[in-house]
């Protein structure tokens, strides 16, 4: 089994800063793509911020230039850095993860997700 675990939620007012990692563990033999997801109550799942084992990534339009995703392979940890936070940014944020096993099948996990309020 594998297991993501999220830390770095809270609150938060608007302008200011969290940052949010997750941690892959279990049988993992590589991880691929890790990111974020949100949502927000009555709202649908969306993309945060994806990052590829070398290093790319894709942002959703409504972040960019605010939150930055980022990882370290040595530790199957994936961070996003979110800054000038503004109300619309609350939402339960979810871990997300493209992992390996040692037969090379892929497989997609999620975390249980972390809580990201912001006050106006």
């Known amino acids: 089994q594998v297991q993501l675990v999220e830390s770095g939620g809270g609150l938060v007012q608007a302008g200011g800063s969290l940052t949010l990692s997750c941690a892959a563990s279990?049988?993992?033999?590589?991880?691929?793509?890790m990111g974020w997801y949100r949502q927000a109550p009555g709202k649908q799942r969306d993309l945060v911020a994806t990052i590829t084992r070398g290093g790319y990534t894709v942002y959703a339009d409504s972040v960019k230039g605010r939150f930055t995703v980022s990882r370290d392979n040595a530790k199957n940890t994936v961070y996003l850095q979110m800054n000038s936070l503004a109300p619309g940014d609350t939402a339960a944020y979810s871990c997300?993860?493209?992992?390996?096993?040692?037969?090379?099948?892929?497989?997609?996990?999620w975390g249980q997700g972390t809580q990201v309020t912001v006050s106006s």
């Open positions: 279990g049988s993992i033999f590589r991880v691929e793509t």
């Open positions: 997300y993860a493209d992992a390996r096993d040692s037969t090379w099948r892929r497989y997609d996990y």
